[in-house]
């Protein structure tokens, strides 16, 4: 089964700083990961998504994110962070390698809420 | 938020009763699926369908009910079944193949009176 951990219920960090929201994640087979972000009472907004190549993926509004195999981990990065990053972020894996529709499943972490102080 | 709706954006539900959320997409993906969020708790799988007349339980289906009639809608039913149905329900879809992106719809927020 495919399981995924978002260590920090919140991360505050101050405005112009860099920002880290971490995402652990377990699957029998090579993932597919993904990053999604949520304001108040909206839906969930796509931000970036690791398939295969190249370690660190570059996404919108400035965000990043590297895999690391070894460490089974995803963590979402921004060089500098503003006022407007503040939300809900979600971290999702899927595992190509599950069985039939399964396989399609996208399984998410409980989230992670950015607070960027100005 | 791009070419899925879901209406209505608020809903209350009496006791007893069943009601019915929408969502439509106009982005012409095969798969569709509903999602539940409650605070604390991340988005947890009701139901998905890869293809029309075709839909599997996900992880929390009980007291749910789908329909796929139509490529574009994928309505849900809350029964009277569920017991505490007030949250956050999310409609998402994607094209076929396992590393396309989901995208969501804005969300319908049910409430109990």
């Known amino acids: 089964a495919q399981s995924v951990a978002q260590p920090e219920d919140q991360v505050n960090v101050a405005e112009g700083n860099p920002l880290t929201v971490k995402c652990t994640y377990s699957?029998?087979?090579?993932?597919?990961l993904f990053w999604y972000v949520q304001y108040p009472n909206r839906g969930l907004q796509f931000l970036l998504k690791y398939i295969t190549g190249d370690n660190l993926v570059k996404g919108s509004y400035g965000f990043e994110a590297e895999f690391n195999k070894s460490q089974t981990s995803f963590h979402l990065k921004k060089p500098s962070a503003l006022v407007s990053d503040s939300a809900l972020y979600f971290c999702a894996v899927r595992d190509p390698s599950g069985s039939g529709a399964g396989s399609y499943q996208l399984t998410f972490g409980k989230g992670t809420k950015l607070s960027v102080i100005p | 938020d791009g070419g899925i709706t879901q209406s209505p954006k608020y809903l209350f539900r009496k006791e007893g009763q069943n009601v019915t959320l929408s969502c439509e997409q106009n982005l012409n993906h095969d798969a569709m699926y509903w999602y539940r969020q409650d605070p604390g708790q991340g988005l947890r799988l009701i139901y998905y369908s890869q293809i029309v007349n075709d839909f599997q339980k996900g992880d929390i289906a009980e007291g749910y009910s789908v329909s796929r009639e139509k490529k574009e809608s994928f309505p849900l039913t809350v029964t009277s079944a569920q017991k505490n149905p007030t949250a956050f329900y999310l409609c998402a879809s994607n094209k076929p193949g396992q590393q396309e992106t989901q995208y969501f719809g804005p969300g319908t927020r049910l409430l109990v009176l």
């Open positions: 699957v029998s087979g090579n993932p597919y």
